[in-house]
């Protein structure tokens, strides 16, 4: 029986310092896409991987290998959305150009094979338009946006059945894209300006749409730098650059010129979309999500819904510190120590279940109080999952 305990606790430690690390973080790989749907009725589009060099202020385009063509081109008319999963093994493409005709494409970025998914159906109210913008979020949801409707879909990526969200009143979804930051939040860049749209408290099938600055160009693609972490690129048609603009305000912080592998000018085209590849993973402690904002992230703990006010302030206002949520009322020998690990694991993962540590351990908390003391047969199970958490917060540690 001690060996058998002994083996569990060891299988447990095991994953906790492998689970969710795809990526170390301080070796990861930044890579970015871009497609030019080229000219209308020409039959093909092309897709590329960017090379920034911040120093000259230059973006190298590319080509991907894609089937048996090796110059990035796609044997499709109009490839106007993309999009990659968050562990970049995945490019969806949509070739786009009549709402009848979207067509969900899959490009598996190690075999360079391009496959038809089929296409698109779409759910809800009755609208005109194709696709026009897509991007997955970080639990690996891949949404997509409706010209002139400005509907906003939710794809499956198996059957290509578009899920009614909601509708954007507040600005047109037409032209531009929209890219997910680490954080979950879905920013939309237009000839407007730049929003963030909120996917997650949509009333009465509306869309908030938050605009944080103002443009005025004609914009085809955006994506997030940095893995999901940085700043914000996106690709502008008028003068066949790249601008690199502040997620916060808004502003052009640097521009880079589009090169083609070459070294000469490239030209972008008609339309196109932007991809931000892997997401980067990494994770923080339960003192970071103690002091740090949030941002709008909510996770549930067997149906218990956590919000950054039960979490973090309790009955204080923000900025009285110290606050009283649950990761600062925390006491020795009682669950609210693994619900604070548990908490901070779900708040990295984004509400993941993905993971059989995250899973197990909820399943413990299930029936027990954070302020009730640990039940001496749970003792062993309390510091297992207590020190397995914390050891998962801690791997793979954001810079």
């Not at 990494?282 to 919000?307: A, E, M, P, Y």
């Amino acid at each position: 029986m001690q060996n058998s305990l002994k083996l569990f606790c060891s299988a447990l430690l095991l994953n906790a310092t492998t689970a969710g690390a795809t990526y170390n973080h301080h070796d990861f790989e930044e890579k970015i896409y871009f497609s030019d749907t080229m000219q209308k009725f020409d039959g093909v589009s092309t897709i590329y991987r960017i090379e920034l060099d911040t120093n000259a202020e230059t973006a190298t385009l590319i080509p991907l290998q894609i089937n048996e063509n090796s110059d990035g081109i796609a044997e499709y008319d109009h490839i106007d959305v993309l999009a990659s999963s968050t562990d970049g093994n995945t490019l969806w493409m949509i070739n786009s150009l009549y709402a009848e005709s979207t067509e969900l494409l899959k490009y598996n970025v190690q075999s360079t094979s391009l496959e038809s998914i089929g296409l698109v159906s779409w759910d809800g109210p009755e609208a005109e338009g194709d696709a026009d913008q897509a991007a997955v979020a970080p639990n690996g949801d891949l949404y997509i946006t409706r010209k002139y409707s400005n509907f906003v879909y939710r794809l499956d990526t198996t059957t290509a059945q578009a899920e009614f969200i909601g509708e954007v009143t507040d600005t047109n979804l037409n032209g531009g894209d929209i890219s997910f930051g680490r954080n979950g939040v879905l920013y939309m860049k237009n000839y407007a300006g730049l929003f963030i749209l909120d996917i997650e408290n949509v009333s009465e099938q509306n869309i908030p749409a938050e605009m944080i600055g103002t443009s005025g160009v004609f914009y085809t693609g955006l994506a997030n730098r940095d893995g999901g972490y940085g700043n914000l690129l996106v690709s502008n048609r008028e003068d066949s650059t790249f601008e690199e603009v502040s997620p916060d305000s808004g502003l052009i912080l640097k521009s880079y010129i589009m090169l083609t592998e070459s070294g000469a000018p490239y030209s972008h085209q008609l339309g196109g979309d932007m991809a931000t590849g892997p997401f980067q993973t990494c994770n923080r402690n339960v003192d970071f999500w103690k002091n740090n904002s949030w941002r709008d992230q909510s996770i549930t703990i067997n149906g218990l819904h956590i919000d950054e006010i039960v979490g973090r302030f309790g009955t204080k206002s923000e900025g009285r510190e110290p606050y009283n949520g649950m990761l600062w009322n925390t006491r020795n020998y009682t669950y609210s120590k693994v619900y604070a690990q548990l908490i901070a694991a779900k708040l990295n993962t984004f509400n993941s279940s993905n993971s059989s540590l995250i899973n197990s351990a909820e399943s413990f908390l299930r029936g027990k109080s954070p302020s009730k003391k640990v039940k001496f047969w749970d003792i062993f199970h309390y510091t297992l999952y207590k020190t397995a958490l914390y050891k998962f917060n801690k791997k793979n540690k954001c810079k």
